[in-house]
């Protein structure tokens, strides 16, 4: 793992910390991810953590650098599976959020840390909608903002019960495509 920011490697404690930070994310939600609570899971003192990470700011980075990377990886799969394919993408890109909605919701939900994520890291998480959209910068934008709508709506629990989501997503992915 890379430091965010950095382009360091993170040290196996500092690896160690994001994990259980990730972990305890995962479980309980971005309002849980205080530094006491990761110390306490830990079992060290909450100033021990300032050693190996400066604030839960750069923890909350670590996290979306991770989030980055490995949605990245599940659009990049899509590509190669179905290459060209805006439904493959967008299906890659839910079936990863839905998987991990509350990291998705802390690194899509505030400002991005751009300063604080590896060097190329943005631009590679962005890449396979680029490819998709033929380098054409404002579709791939509209893309990215109809996926992000549709899943950040379906992990809050906004649609009725029994809404054809796959449907949606269908006519969502033509509508771009026309």
């Known amino acids: 793992m890379l430091e965010a920011g950095t382009g360091r490697r993170l040290t196996p ?11 305890l994310l995962e479980e309980s939600g971005p309002d849980a ?21 400066p604030d ?20 990049e799969e ?26 998705y919701c ?17 631009d590679r998480a962005a890449a396979p909608l680029m490819r998709v959209c033929a380098g054409d910068q404002d579709l791939a934008r509209a893309a990215w903002a109809f996926a ?3 899943v950040i709506l379906e992990i809050h629990g906004r649609f009725p019960a029994g809404a054809d989501l796959a449907g949606a997503w269908a006519t969502g992915a033509r509508a771009l495509r026309g």
């Open 13 to 23: 404690r500092a690896t160690e910390i994001a994990a259980e930070a990730r972990a």
């Open 33 to 53: 991810l205080t530094m006491r609570a990761l110390a306490d899971r830990l079992g060290i003192r909450a100033p021990s953590l300032y050693k190996h990470f």
């Open 56 to 75: 839960k700011y750069a923890v909350e980075a670590e996290l979306v650098a991770q989030m980055l990377t490995e949605s990245a990886e599940a659009c």
């Open 78 to 103: 899509a590509g190669r599976t179905a290459p060209g394919s805006l439904p493959a993408l967008m299906a890659a890109y839910r079936a990863w959020a839905l998987a991990h909605p509350h990291l």
């Open 106 to 122: 802390l690194a899509t939900e505030r400002p991005l840390p751009r300063h604080a994520l590896p060097e190329g890291l943005e």
């Open 148 to 150: 992000h709508g549709m």
